[in-house]
Nanobody
Framework: EVQLVESGGGLVQAGGSLRLSCVGS????????IGWFRRAPGKEREGVSC????????YYADSVKGRFTISRDNAKTTVYLQMNNLKPEDTAVYYC?????????????WGQGTQVTVSS
């Protein structure tokens, strides 16, 4: 069964850093790109970043570009999101997600989420 488990969230002050991790299992991890999304209070889910398969090509939302870095370790079936210079606006539940096979932007499995809270 496909499973995605996030960890690494917490409470930090503005300007601080966190590194999120997401471990995938139950599928061929390195055959899929993988994405990070977030949902802030009162807002819809938004895409944060995604990374391609083994080549490591990455994409970022404008709001996080230059502050967040995505990476993956296929041997560990894990994707990371290094978040630096955090802002209160980054407060959200962060999710990783796997796309449906053969699609680019449709995601069929999601993790349970990890809470990131940034205080000012």
């Amino acid at each position: 069964e496909v499973q995605l488990v996030e960890s690494g969230g917490g409470l930090v002050q503005a300007g601080g850093s966190l590194r999120l991790s997401c471990v995938g299992s139950g599928y061929s991890f390195d055959d899929y790109h993988i994405g990070w999304f977030r949902r802030a209070p009162g807002k819809e889910r938004e895409g944060v970043s995604c990374i391609d398969t083994f080549n490591g090509k990455a994409y970022y939302a404008d709001s996080v570009k230059g502050r967040f870095t995505i990476s993956r370790d296929n041997a560990k079936t894990t994707v990371y999101l290094q978040m630096n210079n955090l802002k209160p606006e980054d407060t959200a539940v962060y999710y990783c997600a796997k796309p449906r096979y053969g699609t680019r932007y449709e995601y069929d499995y999601w993790g349970q989420g990890t809470q990131v809270t940034v205080s000012s």
